[in-house]
Each structure stands twice: as C-alpha cells, then as structure tokens.
T-cell receptor, first 111, second 113 residues
C-alpha cells in the first residue's frame, strides 16, 4: 500500500523567514496531495491541496509543489508569522477517498 | 450548521471496558472515517464508510467495530479496551462529488488505564 514519509519532524524558523516541509510517497498511482494544519488541541484543517495534473499551486503565503517523477511534494510558507506555528501533515490518496498521512512536522515560528 | 461533531470529548476507561464514540455530521456527506492520532505517527485510518449501511476496514482496524445505520452518524466501538488504544480519535466526512476533501471533527481523547 501507500507509504508517505515527511521531513523534517520539527522545524524552527525566525518570523519572516520561509519554511519548507517535504513529503515523499511510494505509490505512483497517487493523484491527490492535501496538506493539513493542526493547532494544539484542535482538529486538522485543510490548508491547500494539489492534484497530479498540476505542478504547483499557490494561495497567498502558502504554496505546494509536486514532482510526480520523483514522487515528492513540498509545502512552502513564506513570510512566516507566529500564528503559523502548528503541526503540518501531508497526505496522499491513491484510492478514491482514502488518505495516507505523513507523521507530521512541528513548525515553530520564533518572534 | 455544526459540521462534524464528536461525543464524548474526553473519556477514561479501565482495561476490558467497552464504549462507543459517536460522530455526527449535518453536511449530507456520503463518506465518513475514523482515525486515531498518536504522537509521531500522524493520522491512521481505522474504519470508513462510503454510505449508509456500509463499512470497510482501514489501516488499523483490529480491536474496533463500526456501524453506519444512519447517513449522518458513524459509530466507533471498543468492545474490550486495551492500554494500546489510548489515543486521540478523529472522525471525518467527505462529499461524494469532491471525495478527496475530508472535514474533521474536534476529536475525542481516550485514555485506557
């Protein structure tokens, strides 16, 4: 089955710097790659997603890139702010409606 | 429109006890899911349902049972709780048309002593 690896497990950046989180997946049939943000004690919430027919997608300070050949995708956050501090999860879907999640990245933005 | 709700929010069980977690959604979603979240392991799928009256196993189904008697409700049961089932449980739901996007409930923190 699908396996998703996520790196790094923790990331500390200074406010205003950029943050990059990377994920690799194993199943070349996967075609949907969402990113979820989870604040402490809260539910995961979708922040951005990308499908396999698109190489890059941007939404204000957040962008996601996808390299299907290498089977990896990345989340980019620019001009980080303290409220970006959270746990971020990537996921991949190779079977309709079933997501496989990465282990998560704890992002700390220092002010 | 409450979205996805879960009851209870917290629960402490003793080993061997049973309990049922309730997930409810008012968005008329066809698909519903139960995940568990453990430190350093992300979210792992326990069971899911693609419609009323249907259920299927996910990645970690052992020790759990589910039922979807009504479209808006998805129940997760633990027949004989074990300490290894200490976790945070999240329910999620999704639309048939845009089936990849999942909306999560607030979670249930379960401790098994």
């Amino acid at each position: 089955g699908e396996n998703v690896e996520q790196h790094p497990s923790t990331l500390s950046v200074q406010e205003g710097d950029s943050a990059v989180i990377k994920c690799t997946y194993s199943d070349s049939a996967s075609n949907y790659f969402p990113w979820y943000k989870q604040e402490l004690g809260k539910r995961p919430q979708l922040i951005i997603d990308i499908r396999s027919n698109v190489g890059e997608k941007k939404d204000q300070r957040i962008a996601v890139t996808l390299n299907k050949t290498a089977k990896h995708f990345s989340l980019h956050i620019t001009e980080t702010q303290p409220e970006d501090s959270a746990v971020y999860f990537c996921a991949a879907s190779n079977i309709r409606n079933k997501l496989v999640f990465g282990a998560g990245t704890i992002l700390r933005v220092k002010s | 429109n409450a979205g996805v709700t879960q009851t209870p929010k917290f629960r402490v069980l003793k080993t061997g006890q049973s309990m049922t977690l309730l997930c409810a959604q008012d968005m008329n979603h066809e698909y519903m899911y139960w995940y568990r979240q453990d430190p350093g392991m992300g979210l792992r799928l326990i069971h899911y349902s693609v419609g009323e009256g249907t259920t299927a196993k996910g990645e970690v189904p052992d020790g759990y049972n589910v039922s979807r008697l009504k479209k808006q409700n998805f129940l997760l049961g633990l027949e004989s709780a074990a300490p290894s089932q200490t976790s945070v449980y999240f329910c999620a739901s999704g639309l048939l048309v845009r089936t990849d996007t999942q909306y999560f409930g607030p979670g249930t923190r379960l401790t098994v002593l």
